[in-house]
């Protein structure tokens, strides 16, 4: 950007946002639309956030954290015009694919009697019982879907939040008593519990239990596990439930689609902005303080009546505040604030498609366009956390790989490919001793991926021209995710809903009168959704009409 177009200091805004990741944006796109004057500052030099597309080898783009799309909220795609700005999402050909240790393979989708006839080839039983189990889910995600656009009662003394607390047990009070149990139970028990009540066939099992560590450092058999994969089931693509896609041009797509619409509703983007602190001043009558505006690390000040954080809440409460602008209870609560996906993220460039050794009931290469999930049962991926609570690292991680290339050629030269990796477990925390900025560390992580990738792709690394890698310290240090944490927090029990994040301010309000979080670090929590942006916008235009802005 050009400094000499740059806001001077002193200039004044009704509302600045701190951080232009995609819930960001779509936070200032809702508050644009009511006519507010409203200045995003973005430390990268894009918008975005871990939502990007950059190039990592020469002549080969991709997302370069999040890397799928499935769980942003159709009604921002429609509010916000996404389609006319460009975004254009492509469903998977095939939904997943596990190679499994037998050398045979697992196949989900496209139809849901593709996955049946499937099933069917390990277990005529697990056959029988899935739809059954897709309905319970079914209740469990409409009831999700519910939750995940409303705010959560904060203050039951407020009339609004008795209401939706009565209005929650009224919703969970109409449905029968077994699908009441059912749901207490996803809600609270672990994957892996459920999945073996329900299920014989370890494919099968291991295809849902994935879901439950993505972006979780835990084993699909901790307590609470089995929420975190209803928290990955409640997206769509495209009006159909359930599947997973490609945004064409990457993750990047998105994030460019929703800046493009905030600046044609006039919203100021400024990126290599950091924010170095937000400026308070003392209320009269309490000890509390009232957030006024923010500092760039450029010394220039932007004012406004309103300041939103986009990120998560260490970073934003911690770094950006002294210990006297908080509660001490509040600094103490955020200081605790589990962390830590245990996430590695690697893309590589490929001269060649994948040729796996798994033999496929399938003649199609549908699969070669799925996600490719490399953790063939539960007990491997509860392995795989053992290993790197005990060691740092898994010695067979759980990996996803997925090739977009197969789906939309602008990523690479013509012929050749990219393909995601999303690894799991590694530490943030790295062995005693060692340290994520030690190169050896980083090649042990990385040959113990590739090893696992070569069990099951003989043309592997003849294929390989080259890799990006994102160790937990990276995607902390490169995208403000505290710990490496894709959610800006773990989705356990203690850290949801109205305890998001925490108990008296999950209504995306904070200690800090006219201080507010729109990231994933709110409720509903992390994945490309635009929901904790849009539902804090809304809090934001309320108090604005009740304190005339």
Request: proline share 6%.
């Amino acid at each position: 950007m050009n400094t000499s177009s740059r806001k001077p200091s002193g200039e004044k805004f009704d509302a600045v946002i701190i951080g232009g990741g995609h819930n960001g944006l779509v936070c200032a796109c809702y508050l644009a639309c009511a006519g507010w004057k409203v200045g995003v500052f973005e430390r990268r030099e894009r918008v975005g956030g871990a939502a990007v597309t950059e190039e990592f080898w020469p002549g080969f783009r991709n997302s370069s954290a999040s890397y799928t799309v499935s769980l942003l909220d159709p009604e921002i795609i429609r509010d916000l015009h996404l389609a006319a700005h460009g975004l254009r999402i492509l469903t998977r050909p095939m939904q997943n694919f596990l190679p499994l240790e037998q050398g045979d393979s697992f196949s989900a989708g496209p139809s849901v009697a593709d996955t049946l006839a499937e099933v069917r080839r390990f277990s005529a039983r697990d056959a029988a019982r899935l739809p059954e189990f897709n309905e319970m889910l079914g209740h469990a995600l409409t009831l999700l879907r519910h939750l995940l656009k409303r705010t959560p009662p904060t203050d039951l003394q407020r009339g609004r939040d008795l209401w939706e607390a009565l209005r929650f047990g009224w919703e969970l009070r109409a449905l029968p008593l077994r699908v009441q149990r059912e749901l207490h139970e996803l809600f609270t028990r672990s994957a892996g519990e459920i999945l073996d009540h329900w299920f014989e066939s370890a494919p099968l099992k291991a295809l849902y239990g994935f879901d439950s560590v993505v972006g979780n450092y835990a084993s699909p058999y901790t307590p609470g596990s089995a929420y975190v994969l209803l928290h990955h089931a409640f997206g769509e693509v495209n009006g159909q439930p359930g599947l997973w896609g490609h945004a064409v041009g990457g993750m990047g797509a998105i994030s460019d689609a929703i800046a493009a619409e905030a600046r044609a509703l006039g919203v100021y983007i400024e990126c290599d902005a950091p924010v170095s602190r937000i400026l308070t001043r003392p209320t009269r009558g309490s000890s509390a303080y009232a957030a006024i505006g923010i500092e760039l690390a450029d010394g220039r000040q932007m004012l406004a009546s309103r300041v939103v954080g986009n990120l998560g809440p260490k970073p934003l409460f911690l770094n950006l505040l002294s210990a006297d602008e908080l509660p001490k209870d509040f600094r103490e609560h955020i200081e605790r604030w589990r962390v830590g996906s245990a996430t590695l993220r690697m893309n590589l460039a490929l001269s060649e498609l994948p040729q796996f050794a798994a033999k496929r009931s399938r003649t199609d290469t549908h699969h070669l366009g799925a996600g490719i999930i490399i953790a063939p049962s539960l007990g491997y991926m509860d392995r795989a956390y053992a290993e790197a609570r005990l060691q740092g690292l898994s010695s067979e991680p759980i990996i996803e790989m997925l090739i977009p290339s197969t789906l939309d050629d602008s990523l690479a030269p013509q012929g050749q490919h990219v393909a995601s990796l999303f690894c799991q477990h590694f530490d943030y925390h790295a062995p005693a001793g060692r340290s994520w900025l030690d190169e050896d560390l980083r090649t042990e992580a990385v040959t113990r991926i590739f090893t696992q990738l070569e069990r099951h792709i003989p043309n592997f690394r003849r294929s390989l021209l080259g890799y990006s890698l994102l160790t937990p310290l990276d995607l902390e240090t490169r995208f403000a995710l505290a710990g490496g944490d894709i959610f800006h927090g773990a989705l356990g029990l203690d850290q949801l809903w109205a305890a998001r994040p925490a108990l008296g301010f999950a209504d995306y309000r904070s200690p800090v009168h006219g201080l507010y979080l729109c990231g994933a670090g709110a409720h509903p929590g992390g994945g490309v959704t635009g929901l904790p942006g849009r539902n804090a916008a809304r809090e934001i235009l309320r108090d604005g009409r009740s304190r005339g802005r």
